[in-house]
């Protein structure tokens, strides 16, 4: 055969001899379209625009408009890195270097450490091979060929991921003359594509992320097809450092991990605590306004237990150690809906009672790895907005209904004013991976579906993405600076209810098995503290503020007028504090500024004679001289209305 036909998204067909490549296509189609090329789909797989074309096809040409057409070009970056990092410091090995949602990373092996000077030599050097416009190459090798060959090059790394992942004959990436790789690609055609790109941070990781592996030192950069989308994406991330929670949590004086107590254990200081006290105070009234009984449960357990529910199996390495007690072996909780089921097979129900919403705030406690933990996001021991329902296949839409609806809700309230949802599905039993019957999937995914169709909630479908005990609901939120942040989950459950036996009398006098639902809403409540302080740089809305109004007297001779303000603001429930030192009043209005503060209350001699403040506010500056009750009415309705901003 020495022509092939290549069918184009258009359904126009080109005759084209054998071992045409993509690129020539595109070039034939128009000069524009193959210089915004990236990478070709063949057949529906993502190819080489290099690589010539073997038998008919249907053919794809990515551009920049296409996200695959970004992974591939952050894959490619990748290599641009490990090949500078080689010719600068030859004596490194390779791990892997995959493309992620924001950028790209490389492993390297290395004894002596990256230094942030190193980090600007390796970056130089990438823009020195870009610019030599070196063409990314496919080549196909042997694996009993390439196992001797990366192990005559010194790369035991890679020798043991193409023992793994290696199929007979496999692919590797050169670049130039001088760099390969075990890669399955594909590439850009050359170094000359890529445009834009930045090296962020250095970080260490454990060899294919098991921590009984050796440790290998992580470059993190990032790529983007044009300058303009790096630099917003550098000034995006920049925003980011501002708001870090990390940061600002100790310049506000919120919480603090602490070294001797041991890493991932919050310790909320007063003002976080405060914050925490409303978080939790808000959810648990809307429990009870909702229909939610109200349970507490202990923060151990038998092993039995763990072992009835499965986690004793299932999910012991992220379970702290078991305890010896005289009795028997005791272990932390991972989770409290064991708990939940305990307290719902207390005693028979009867179907009048159904649907049965158990919820609590339990403080649950999870094995971290010390290289996952992260501030507040991802902690080893955290508390649990959790909830479990217990209903009949005739009462799960309309729960599922007012769980989406309580999540909405918890976005309003707190200030958040876009998200995204997915919904996650099984394989239709595929795999064999999941628990359940096709009839109980087909109830729980069609309650799901329905609920957010009532709901006027769109979704995206996220296929074999569900737990393996049921389908769930992910509602994501978008912040302040459009990042996403996973926040509620209403989840179903076929497996726990089974392997508790949980029953109930139906109508017919019989015993059933009632469906249960987890749900989270603040997913946990230590991430979503930290997601409120990023959100909000800090700078909390006047009703969650752990301070609402400083007062800050001009001179010592506006002392006891200055209390009077204080100890009035404090009778009528609002958290104020009082500044009695004997520094300027510019002071400290500049500190009570840094402290967030959203008003700060100045009295000199004028206001101390007419019993007034001087208003000023966090943003707006100076509001003017008030009477004190007019000031409070006006707070008070800030915060009964939980207005966002002031």
Request: proline share 5%.
């Amino acid at each position: 055969m020495s022509s092939i036909t290549v069918t184009l998204p258009d359904g126009s067909q080109q005759v084209v001899p054998l071992g045409t490549r993509p690129i020539d296509i595109a070039k034939s189609i128009g000069s524009r379209l193959a210089e915004d090329a990236v990478v070709a789909r063949v057949n529906g797989e993502l190819y080489d625009l290099t690589r010539p074309l073997e038998s008919n096809a249907t053919l794809e040409i990515l551009t920049s408009r296409n996200p695959e057409a970004l992974e591939v070009y952050r894959h490619s970056t990748a290599h641009l890195l490990a090949a500078a990092v080689l010719e600068l410091y030859p004596e490194t090995k390779l791990g892997i270097g995959p493309p992620t949602e924001t950028g790209f990373f490389y492993d390297f092996q290395r004894e002596e450490p990256f230094t942030p000077e190193d980090l600007e030599k390796i970056e130089q050097r990438m823009w020195e091979l870009q610019r030599k416009d070196l063409p990314f190459g496919r080549v196909m090798t042997p694996k009993a060929v390439g196992l001797q060959k990366y192990k005559e090059l010194g790369e035991p790394l890679k020798c043991e991921l193409i023992e793994e992942k290696a199929e007979e004959v496999f692919s590797e990436y050169t670049l130039g003359d001088h760099f390969i790789d075990f890669c399955r690609g594909p590439h850009v055609p050359s170094t000359g594509r890529l445009k834009a790109f930045k090296l962020l941070s250095i970080a260490g990781a454990y060899w294919k992320g098991d921590e009984r592996n050796q440790q290998m030192q992580r470059i993190y950069g990032t790529a983007f097809f044009t300058k303009k989308e790096l630099d917003e994406y550098l000034q995006r991330l920049e925003e980011a450092r501002k708001r870090d929670h990390r940061k600002l949590g100790q310049e506000l004086d919120l919480f603090s991990i602490q070294d001797l107590a041991g890493p991932g254990l919050i310790f909320f200081h007063p003002k976080g605590a405060v914050i925490r006290k409303i978080l939790e105070d808000w959810m648990r009234d809307q429990y009870l306004e909702r229909g939610y009984s109200l349970v507490y449960t202990p923060h151990i357990a038998r092993s039995d237990l763990w072992k009835t529910s499965g986690h004793y199996n299932f999910y012991s390495e992220n379970m702290f150690k078991r305890m010896e007690l005289e009795d028997a072996e005791y272990q932390l909780k991972p989770m409290n809906c064991p708990f939940h089921i305990l307290i719902f097979r207390d005693r028979l129900r009867s179907y009048r009672e159904l649907p049965v919403r158990l919820g609590e705030l339990g403080t649950v406690y999870r094995y971290e790895r010390s290289g996952v933990m992260h501030g507040l996001l991802r902690v080893r021991g955290f508390t649990q907005d959790d909830a479990h329902i217990f209903c009949t296949p005739g009462q799960v839409e309309d729960e599922i209904v007012q769980c989406l609806r309580f999540a909405l809700d918890v976005l309003k309230i707190f200030g958040f004013d876009q998200y995204e949802a997915e919904l996650s599905t099984w394989d239709n039993g595929a795999s064999g991976k999941y628990d359940g019957t096709p009839e109980q999937w087909g109830l729980a995914e069609n309650a799901l579906r329905g609920a957010l169709d009532r709901l006027g909630m769109k979704a995206k479908v996220m296929p074999d993405e569900a737990a393996f005990y049921g389908p769930k609901i992910d509602v994501k939120l978008v912040d302040a600076i459009g990042r996403l942040w996973q926040l509620s989950t209403v989840q179903f459950d076929f497996t726990l209810p089974r392997r508790f036996n949980l029953e109930y009398v139906g109508e017919d006098g019989k015993r059933h098995q009632p469906l249960m639902v987890h749900r989270a809403l603040y997913g946990s409540v230590e991430r979503f503290f930290g997601i409120l302080v990023e959100h909000y740089a800090g700078a909390f809305p006047v009703w969650l503020a752990p301070v609402q109004a400083a007062v800050l007297p001009i001179t010592d001779r506006q002392l006891d007028y200055a209390r009077q303000v204080h100890t009035r603001l404090l009778e009528a429930g609002f958290r104020s504090m009082l500044d009695d030192r004997s520094e300027k009043v510019n002071l400290k209005i500049r500190e009570a500024q840094l402290q967030k503060i959203p008003y700060m209350l100045v009295v000199g001699a004028r206001e101390a004679e007419s019993g007034t403040v001087s208003v000023r506010n966090r943003k707006h500056g100076d509001q003017g001289v008030q009477p004190l009750d007019q000031f409070m009415a006006t707070l008070r309705q800030l915060v009964e209305a939980k207005t966002p901003s002031e």
